[in-house]
């Protein structure tokens, strides 16, 4: 008889000529795979493994049949029970029919951060249970559908704000590896929880980039944007007044601030910074325009690349002084997005690169599932910010 490395191994694999052999061969593995862990499961729950010695009243009794299904078909499966009637498996929950057994683990470990190899190993480490990378790729893979569906949903018709951000990751193109930009749209919808709209892949950032974004925003329902925030490319502004003309947009001052300490020296970063925050710190847009002319006259003549910036970006830079503190806080900085960033590097951390648009795409998607999973609940304060969105757009605010 073929023992089990023997059937797992990619040689054996590439024996198979007949498709229909080989998918159920692989529904076989993962029926098999799914038992094992469901002992697995059971020996933690009593607190003692099989053929073991019972450590209470509590001890196994017997099996049930359960169908499962996975991208292979359907499978009945041999599901341990406990006397007790107690036992409640993760992997399998009670009075559910379907489930996608071992392929769970395998796409969440690898939302998580973890190379093909990295779970294969961990889950022979874990349930004894070798699972070759190639079939690791293929059920990840899987997931292509779900993106392709997530990313036509149709969307609602008004979002108060939309935070816009890209984040840039190498990808192999052509036998070279080049950096590419993934543009991440997060709305604030009018119930107060904050959606992820899309994610699109794109080379170097640009506003002509953004604007085919917007346009998909658009075509997938969405007719009004309250306000934008967004960093201060050039051209951005434009191209979001292009498509939803009425929409108020914010550029980021967390990024204006980065991008004038550039031009300051170390020795004068401490001071320069103080005189700048009575900028942006200031009560009202006037206080802020005399602090900056106090910023310019002391620093002009060493500095005058980073005041030049706050000049020509204005307008763009002061529009949350005409709204209450409550939303400044919201829309003068891109900081959510950058933590929802934040955590997308850190699930993509071990992914030096990309090999294809497809696995980029595939990484960010399922980290973005990770991160966003605990947003069930409205933005804090949410009471007071709806009813001071109401009133400063309450003829455009749709209830």
């Known amino acids: 008889m073929m023992n089990k490395d023997d059937l797992l191994n990619d040689d054996f694999l590439k024996s198979f000529k007949d498709g229909k052999e080989l998918n159920s061969f692989l529904q076989e593995l993962q029926k098999r795979a799914t ?26 009794n017997g099996y049930g049949a359960k169908t499962i299904k996975n991208s292979y078909g359907e499978a009945e499966i041999q599901v341990p029970r406990d006397r007790e009637g107690s036992f409640d498996p993760q992997l399998i929950p009670k009075r559910k029919g379907m489930a996608a057994g071992i392929e769970t683990i395998i796409i969440s470990l690898y939302a998580k951060g973890m190379s093909n190899y990295d779970i294969e190993e961990q889950i022979k480490d874990l349930y004894d249970i070798k699972v070759s990378t190639s079939t690791i790729s293929r059920i990840t893979d899987a997931i292509k559908s779900d993106i392709i569906a997530w990313q036509n949903r149709p969307l609602e018709e008004q979002y108060l704000i939309v935070w816009m951000d890209g984040i840039v990751f190498k990808v192999r193109e052509n036998s070279k590896v080049i950096n590419k930009t993934v543009y991440i749209a997060v709305g604030l919808r009018i119930d107060g929880k904050k959606e992820v709209l899309g994610l699109w892949l794109g080379k170097n950032e640009s506003s002509s980039f953004w604007m085919s974004v917007l346009t998909d925003i658009k075509a997938r329902g969405v007719q009004d944007i309250l306000i934008t925030a967004t960093d201060n490319l050039n051209g951005f502004t434009q191209t979001i007044q292009s498509v939803f003309p009425n929409a108020v947009t914010q550029i980021c001052v967390v990024h204006q601030i980065r991008n004038s300490g550039k031009y300051v020296v170390w020795k004068d970063k401490k001071e320069f910074s103080s005189d700048l925050k009575a900028v942006y710190a200031a009560p009202t847009k006037q206080a802020a325009a005399a602090a900056l002319d106090d910023l310019e006259k002391k620093w002009d003549s060493k500095y005058s690349y980073a005041i030049k910036s706050w000049r020509e970006n204005w307008e763009e830079l002061t529009v949350f002084f005409e709204f209450p503190l409550e939303i400044r806080k919201i829309i003068y900085t891109t900081n959510l997005i950058e933590n929802l960033n934040g955590k997308i590097r850190k699930y993509t951390k071990n992914k030096l690169s990309f090999p294809t648009d497809d696995a980029v795409m595939k990484s960010v998607f399922l980290a973005v599932n990770e991160a966003t999973k605990k947003w069930n609940m409205p933005i804090r304060n949410w009471g007071i910010i709806l009813n001071q969105f109401l009133a400063i757009f309450e003829n455009r605010i749709k209830v």
Not at 35 to 60: C, F, I, T, V
């Open 35 to 60: 038992e094992k862990m469901l002992e697995a499961e059971l020996d933690s729950h009593l607190d003692y493994e099989k053929n073991q010695p019972a450590r209470s009243s509590n001890r196994r």
